[in-house]
């Protein structure tokens, strides 16, 4: 123990545990489903990587509202701390 060491005054424990988040598949797959379930988002138009928190999002989609469906899917799964928005939109 540090606290037993010679000349040791005192010892702080700034050390912080932080529980693992989803995995990049499982981050992926639940971004995908939550897209899926909106009826009018088009799901398979729209890739999704993660890494370490942060979503990209590539495709097409034919909307704003669109678009704005699918980033706010990315946001709403847990874990995501970063979103960058690749998405175009097609008129």
């Known amino acids: 123990m540090a606290s037993n060491v ?4 005192s010892v702080v424990n700034d050390i ?10 499982d ?7 939550a897209m899926e379930r909106n009826a009018k988002l088009d799901a398979e138009n729209v ?3 993660s ?14 509202a669109d678009h704005d469906e ?3 899917a990315a946001w709403a799964a847990p874990g ?8 175009l ?3």
């Open 51 to 64: 890494s370490n928190g942060t979503v990209t999002l590539r495709g097409t989609v034919s909307s704003w």
């Open 16 to 25: 912080d545990l932080v529980p693992p988040g989803p995995s990049e598949a």
């Open 47 to 49: 890739s999704v990587e």
């Open 70 to 72: 699918a980033v706010s």
């Open 80 to 87: 995501v701390t970063r979103v960058k928005d690749h998405i």
């Open 6 to 9: 010679s000349g040791v005054i």
């Open 89 to 91: 939109v097609g008129y």
């Open 27 to 33: 981050l992926k797959h639940s971004i995908k489903k």
